[in-house]
């Protein structure tokens, strides 16, 4: 039981499959606990998103001090993504990225919701809540969804 906790836990932390996809496999090939699935999952999810902030910033500042090229590039293609989601962050404020990373769909989960609250300046600590209550809300609805499919 506990190798395939592991498993879920560590399947949970890749950006392809993320609790989304580790979720539904743990009712499909193993006859787990759905709490412990749950626990699991959302625990694995939450992992990348305390690097994802720092890599991103690090590797920014990094591309932007060696090139004046891609520094013009990467500030175009934030300032880009800043003005496209404007409205939705200023309509809900920080809690659109709750929101965001809740609802259960391909590139709505802790990975991309990371990035989103990198490019619009939401306080690390603030996104970390923010994202972890979505995957609450996520697992959730994965969980019961799942358990309702097997």
Known sequence: MVSNLL???FLSMLP???????IP???GLYELNPVW????AVLGNIVPVFFIWIFLEKLS????????LIEKILIFVFDRARKRFYAQHKKFGDI????FV????PVTGAWTGAVAAW?????YKRSVYLIFAGLLISGFIVSLLSYWAF
């Not at 809740?102 to 769909?105: E, H, R, S, W």
């Open 7 to 9: 498993k879920i836990f």
């Open 61 to 68: 500042g990094w591309f932007m001090k060696r090139s004046r």
């Open 16 to 22: 392809l499959t993320e609790l989304r996809g580790s």
């Open 102 to 105: 809740a609802v259960p769909l």
């Open 119 to 123: 490019l619009f300046g939401i306080p």
């Open 37 to 40: 699935v749950y626990v699991a």
């Open 25 to 27: 496999l743990a009712y």
């Open 96 to 99: 659109a990225l709750m929101l």
